[in-house]
């Protein structure tokens, strides 16, 4: 689950991450107030789940309150396209108005799990307000890397290792230290997959300030998190996943025109590649679970279908939990109900196969059913591009 800017500052401050003063505002009237509290310069910023706001237009710096009302008015509503929307962009909603700094140099923080070593690693880069791909790709020697026992946390050793190595000034490396061991706190108490501060910032006058901020929570233990689940904002999440979520399917909305339903995150992943393989591209990720019944593979395919790039529909199965003879009920009432045009290939193995095979045959509906999995990938990415 993503958040915004304003609400990940909000949890760093809470476990004493420095951050600059700043009020969300969802109106114009409201970030004209913000801007009048905070006094001075301010910067508005658009909050939607994206980066690039900046060369898209959604960050201004406004002299004075006046100012900032008439950027918040232009901001507010946009549609604000950056490299990570995509072209359709996202609407504007809210804005965070907060006060200007000084700024001496942008540096970069971040935690990810290094899944090779199993455990978290903290970077740090002297590379800060750029793209940390673009820093990994053209110069992975300027990211430093400690990785650290989610049990233990940073080491005071390795905060002020990482500190020195990114060229923090002697002066304000405890500052920048502890900042590095709050974030690392924060990131861990959440159970936060990623905790993100670009730029963190050195001031002209010695402070460190995480200038922004980027927070996404493990979906699989926000149930732990009641107080966080209230942060979510579905406007900025794809309509098709929020509809998935609610009938407790794993849906992830992708750019091909072949549609997938699978059962299990393992063979979902194996059946997009095999449909790369074969010529085609999978037009999203769909774990259907390995106990659905046959109302979550009508929701599944109902779903699936709402996706207007979807040519053709590949549905791999290995009936474990759930029998092949459950699977193709619910394939063949989705086809009654929801009126079905684009083809369908089916391959399925497992428990009571054969069943669920003739259920499909005696169906009426002009299912395919591929042999084996290359056989079904390379049937329907044809089948796809008629």
Known sequence: MKIHEYQAKAILAQYHVPVPRGEVAFTVEEAEAAAKKIGGSVVV???????????????????DAAEAAAIA?????????????????????????????????????????????????????????????????????????????????????QARKLAFGIGIPAASVPAAAAAMTALVKACIATDASLAEI?????????????????????????????????????????????????????????????????????????????????????????DVGGGANAEQVKNAFRILLSDKNVKAVLINIFGGILRCDTLATGVVAAARDLNIKVPIVVRMEGTNVE?????????GFNFTVGQDMRDAAEKVVKLAAQ
Do not use: W
């Open 198 to 286: 670009n730029p963190f910032i050195l001031t002209q006058d010695g402070r460190v300030v995480a200038l922004d901020a980027k927070i996404n929570f493990d979906d699989n233990a926000l149930y732990r998190h009641k107080n966080l689940l209230e942060l979510r904002d579905i406007n900025e999440e794809d309509p098709l996943e929020v509809e998935a979520s609610k009938h407790s399917l794993n849906y992830i909305k992708l750019e091909g025109t072949v549609g997938c339903m699978v059962n299990g995150a393992g063979l979902a992943m194996a059946t997009m590649d095999i449909i790369k393989y074969a010529g085609g591209s999978p037009a999203n990720f769909l």
């Open 73 to 157: 008015d232009k901001i507010l509503g946009m549609t604000l396209v950056t490299h990570q929307t995509g072209p359709e962009g996202r609407v504007v909603q809210r804005l965070l108005v907060e006060e200007t700094l000084p700024i001496e140099r942008e540096l970069y923080l971040g935690i990810v799990l290094d899944r090779v070593q199993g455990k978290p690693v903290f970077m740090a880069s002297a590379s800060g307000g750029m793209e940390i791909e673009e820093v990994a790709a053209k110069t992975p020697d300027l990211i430093l890397k400690e990785t650290f026992e989610p049990g233990d946390g940073l080491s005071p050793y």
């Open 355 to 363: 069943q669920g095979r003739k259920i499909l045959l005696e169906s």
């Open 45 to 63: 910023k658009a909050q939607i789940h994206a980066g690039g706001r900046g060369k898209g237009g959604g960050v201004k710096v406004a002299k």
